[in-house]
C-alpha cells in the first residue's frame, strides 16, 4: 500500500458487533477466561467496538458485564478518623515490606527457570509466525470511502483505487498517545469527524479524540475517562464517563456552531452499569443501564437527537434485555418469561412496554447464545449446543429458521464487523485452542456456508479432541473439552493442564493461542472443564454456580478431574491446574480441599479472598458484584457460606501443590494486599505441614508470587504477555519433571 505519510507495522481494526456485549480477554486476557490465553499478536491489539481488548468473545448482551469479572481492587480506603492514622500507617509499611520481600524472593528464585523460559519463548515465536496470519483488517465503508487501522494509525482510501493510495487521518505517535493503542472508531455519518478512543495498558480508562476530518484533519476535541460512544446525527456525539470502573453518565456533546455539552442520563443504582449502542441501521441510539441480573434501555430518536430519551420498558428484578430495530419494530433479545434463558421478542416502537412484547424465536434448552447479528431482512445467531457450534438464520420475510451446525473441531466464534444492515453475506471465523482462525462467511442469496480462502492455513492433524460428561455430587452431567497428540501413547504418564473458570455466566477462553498448540505438541493433555457458575450452557449454568450454588462448581471441578484421571488422562502426579481472576476461587478452593488431585496450579490475577473483599463496600464494584457472590454484610447465612469456599478464609496445614501467582501492580480489579496474604498465608501453612511430617526426601511445594510492575488485569504489551506466558511454562515444566526424581526417595504427598 502506498502511504502519503510514514505510518509502519500492522494491526486490526476494531471489530464492530452489533446487539452484543464483547467479553474482553487477552480474557483475560481474562476473560477471560483462563490462563493461557494471554498472548496477543505481535504488535497487534486486538479491538473491538464495545470498548475493551481483554477478551476475544462476545457475550449475551445484560448477562454480565465483561469489564466487571470482580469487585475486588485496590487504591480506595475507607474515610478514616485521627486515631486510625497510626494503623494505616502501620498497614501500608507492612504492604511495602511483604511487596519488597516477595519482589527479593522472586528475584532468588528466577534463575531457576532462565533457561526453560527462553526456549519456551523462542519456540512461541516460531509458532507465532507459522500461524498467525493477517486475513486482512476489517474495513468500515462509507460509499466511495473505506477507513482502516494499522500500527496506531487511521487510514481513509478508495474502493476503487487498485494502486493501494491511502492518507493517515489519525496518528497516535504524532499526537503524543505512543503508549497507548486504538480501542474504538466511530465515523460521524456524513463522514466529516472521526471519534477514535485510546488507552494505554496501564490504565482502565480511555481517552475519546475527535478529529474534524477533511485535506487536513485536525484534533476538534479531547475528552478524558470515556468508556462508550456513538454518533447521533453529523454532528452530535453521546458518550459515557467512566470513574472507579463504574459508569454512570451519559453526556451529549455538540459540533455545531454553538458548541455545548449536557448531562443527558444518570444511573443513581450502584449496580448498574451504563453503555451506549447505536441501531444496526442508525436509527436510535440505546442507553443501557445494566446489572448482572436486570436491565434497562432508553431510546434517542437519531431524527431529533436533542429530544429527551424514551424508556423502552422499565427495569423488573431478573429481567434482561437488549434492542435492535427494524421497520418501526424494536427487536428485544431478553430473558423475559419462562424459561429464564434468552428469546427473540418484538414490539412496535410506539408501544415498546413488555405487555407488547410477542416471541419471535426462543433457544432450546442447554443452549448457549454467544452473539447475535442482526441484519436488513434476517438476524442470525451464534449458538453453542452440548460443545458444538451452530448458526441459526431467522428470516424476517418469509418467517423461517434455518439451523447449520458448524465443524465439530470449531470451539469458538469470532464475528466481523457489518456496518451496513443491508449486506447480504455475514462473515465470521471459527477457532479453537489448538486450530488457527478460519474465516467463514453466510451468505443469504445463496442460503449456505461458505469457507473463505483467503490464505491458506495450515491443519492441524495431530490433535485429537474429546467432549466428555462428568458426573457432579449432585449427578449433573458436567462437560469437559479435552485436546491431545493423536501420536501419543500411554496417555496416562502424560503431563495434563486443565483450565476452570465458572463465575458470571462467562465460558472458558477457548479461541486459538500458540502456546496451547506448543503443549500440544510436546505431548501434553489440555483438558477445559466447563463448570457450573460459567456460561458454557445458557443463563441456568450460571444460576447454579453462583451465590449460594458455589460450591456446585468446586463440586464439578473436582468430579472431571476425577473422571479424567479414571478414563486414563494422566494422573495426579502429572496435573496441573490454570485459572485466572475469579477462576482462582474454584483453583484455590481445590487446593483447599482436594490438593492430592493436582501436583502444580498456575494462577494468573486471582480472586482468592472473596470473603473480605465483599465484606469492603467502598470499593467501587462490590456492591455490584452482589448479585454474583452474594452480601456477607447483610446476611449472616451468606457470610458464613463464602467462608466455607473462600480459597483465603480456609487454607490449612497440610500437602499443596505448588503454586505459582502473577499479580499486578497497577491492577485495579485485585488488591495486591490480598494477594500477598494470601501467599504468605499458604506457603506458611505448607512449611508446618512439612516440619510436622518431616522424612527424608519429603517434598514441600514451591509457592511463587510473580509481581509485575508493568501490564494490568488486562492489558499487558505482547513481550510482556509472551514472557509471562514463558515463565507459566517453565514453572510447570520444572514441577512435573521433579516428580519422578522424588519417587526413589518417598512416596507422592497425599
Not at 460512544?229 to 454532528?235: H, R, S
Request: glycine fraction near 4%; charged fraction near 25%; charge should be positive.
Amino acid at each position: 500500500m502506498k502511504v502519503r505519510t510514514s505510518c509502519v507495522g500492522l494491526r486490526n481494526l476494531l471489530q464492530g458487533l452489533s446487539f452484543s456485549v464483547k467479553y474482553y480477554s487477552k480474557h483475560n486476557h481474562l476473560q477471560t477466561v483462563c490462563l493461557y490465553s494471554k498472548i496477543k499478536q505481535k504488535k497487534c491489539h486486538i479491538l473491538d467496538c464495545s470498548g475493551s481488548t481483554c477478551a476475544h468473545r462476545t457475550v449475551p448482551p445484560g448477562s454480565t458485564l465483561p469489564w466487571r469479572f470482580f469487585s475486588c481492587k485496590e487504591g480506595t480506603k475507607i474515610p478514616s478518623k485521627r486515631k486510625q492514622n497510626t494503623s494505616i500507617i502501620t498497614s501500608e509499611l507492612l504492604y511495602k515490606n511483604l511487596l519488597k520481600s516477595e519482589q527479593e524472593n522472586w528475584n532468588n528464585i528466577s534463575a531457576r527457570y532462565k533457561a526453560m523460559t527462553k526456549r519456551i519463548k523462542e519456540k512461541l515465536e516460531e509458532l507465532h509466525n507459522k500461524y498467525t496470519f493477517n486475513l486482512g483488517s476489517p474495513r468500515i465503508r462509507f460509499g466511495e470511502n473505506v477507513y482502516f487501522e494499522e500500527n496506531g494509525c487511521v487510514f481513509l482510501s478508495k474502493a476503487d483505487d487498485d494502486e493501494g493510495n491511502v492518507d493517515i487521518l489519525f496518528s497516535t505517535e504524532d499526537l503524543g498517545f505512543s503508549d497507548a493503542f486504538i480501542q474504538r472508531i466511530r465515523i460521524s455519518p456524513d463522514q466529516r469527524y472521526m471519534a477514535i478512543s485510546l488507552k494505554s495498558e496501564n490504565s482502565e480508562e480511555a481517552t475519546c479524540v475527535i478529529m474534524k476530518l477533511g485535506h487536513f484533519p485536525v484534533v476538534e476535541k479531547v475528552i478524558p475517562s470515556v468508556f462508550s460512544f456513538e454518533w447521533a446525527t453529523n454532528d452530535v456525539l453521546y458518550y459515557t464517563s467512566q470513574k472507579n470502573l463504574k459508569c454512570q453518565n451519559v453526556f451529549m456533546t455538540t459540533f455545531t456552531n454553538q458548541k455545548h455539552t449536557k448531562l443527558v442520563y444518570t444511573e443513581q443504582d450502584a449496580r448498574f452499569f451504563v453503555d451506549i449502542h447505536c441501531t444496526k441501521d442508525r436509527r436510535f441510539l440505546t442507553i443501557n443501564s445494566n446489572s448482572k441480573t436486570t436491565s434497562e434501555v432508553w431510546l434517542v430518536d437519531c431524527r431529533h437527537p436533542f429530544k429527551s430519551p424514551a424508556l423502552v420498558q422499565a427495569r423488573t428484578k431478573g429481567v434482561i434485555y437488549h434492542t435492535e430495530h427494524r421497520n418501526d419494530e424494536l427487536y428485544i433479545l431478553t430473558t423475559y418469561g419462562e424459561p429464564a434463558e434468552y428469546k427473540l421478542m418484538k414490539a412496535p416502537v410506539a408501544s415498546s412496554g413488555m405487555e407488547n412484547w410477542q416471541l419471535v424465536y426462543a433457544l432450546e434448552k442447554k443452549t448457549k447464545l454467544v452473539d447475535l447479528e442482526m441484519f436488513s431482512d434476517h438476524c442470525i445467531m451464534f449458538l453453542k449446543n452440548a460443545g458444538h457450534l451452530y448458526l441459526n438464520v431467522i428470516s424476517f420475510v418469509s418467517h423461517s429458521v434455518q439451523s447449520i451446525k458448524l465443524p465439530r473441531w470449531a470451539c469458538e466464534f469470532e464475528l466481523e464487523s457489518h456496518p451496513e444492515h443491508t449486506t447480504s453475506t455475514c462473515y465470521f471465523q471459527l477457532t479453537s485452542p489448538v486450530h488457527p482462525p478460519k474465516r467463514f462467511a453466510y451468505s443469504f442469496k445463496e442460503n449456505n456456508l461458505i469457507e473463505q480462502a483467503v490464505q491458506e492455513v495450515p491443519i492441524i492433524k495431530n490433535c485429537h479432541t474429546t467432549r466428555l460428561l462428568a458426573k457432579s455430587k449432585d449427578e449433573t452431567l458436567v462437560p469437559i473439552t479435552v485436546f491431545h497428540n493423536m501420536n501419543s501413547k500411554e496417555l496416562h504418564r502424560k503431563p495434563l493442564l486443565v483450565h476452570v473458570y465458572g463465575a458470571y455466566g462467562i465460558d472458558l477462553n477457548m479461541s486459538f493461542k500458540e502456546e496451547k498448540l506448543m503443549l500440544i505438541e510436546e505431548g501434553w493433555i489440555l483438558a477445559y472443564c466447563h463448570v457450573r457458575g460459567g456460561g458454557e450452557l445458557g443463563l441456568s449454568w450460571h444460576k447454579d454456580g453462583f451465590q449460594h450454588n458455589k460450591l456446585k462448581g468446586l463440586h464439578d471441578l473436582k468430579a472431571c478431574i476425577m473422571l479424567l484421571h479414571e478414563l486414563g488422562f494422566s494422573q495426579p502426579k502429572y496435573t496441573a491446574l490454570a485459572a485466572a481472576s475469579a477462576g482462582g476461587v474454584l483453583a484455590g478452593a481445590l487446593c483447599n480441599t482436594d490438593p492430592e488431585l493436582i501436583r502444580a496450579v498456575v494462577l494468573q490475577a486471582p480472586f482468592v479472598d472473596v470473603l473480605n473483599t465483599m465484606m469492603k463496600t467502598h470499593l467501587p464494584l462490590t456492591v455490584e458484584e452482589q448479585e454474583e457472590w452474594g452480601n456477607p454484610l447483610a446476611d449472616e447465612k451468606c457470610m458464613k457460606y463464602i467462608k466455607s469456599y473462600c480459597p483465603y478464609q480456609n487454607i490449612k496445614p497440610q500437602c499443596y501443590p505448588s503454586v505459582f501467582i502473577t499479580a499486578y501492580e497497577n491492577d485495579q480489579r485485585i488488591p495486591l494486599t490480598g494477594v500477598l496474604r494470601y501467599v504468605q498465608k499458604l506457603r506458611k501453612a505448607a512449611l508446618d505441614h512439612a516440619s510436622r511430617t518431616s522424612k527424608k526426601g519429603n517434598w514441600i511445594p514451591n509457592i511463587i508470587l510473580d509481581i509485575r510492575a508493568n501490564g494490568s488485569h488486562c492489558d499487558s504489551s505482547w513481550e510482556d504477555s509472551l514472557n509471562e506466558v514463558a515463565r507459566h511454562l517453565a514453572f510447570l515444566n520444572k514441577e512435573l519433571e521433579e516428580v519422578c526424581h522424588l519417587q526413589h526417595d518417598s512416596k507422592s504427598c497425599k
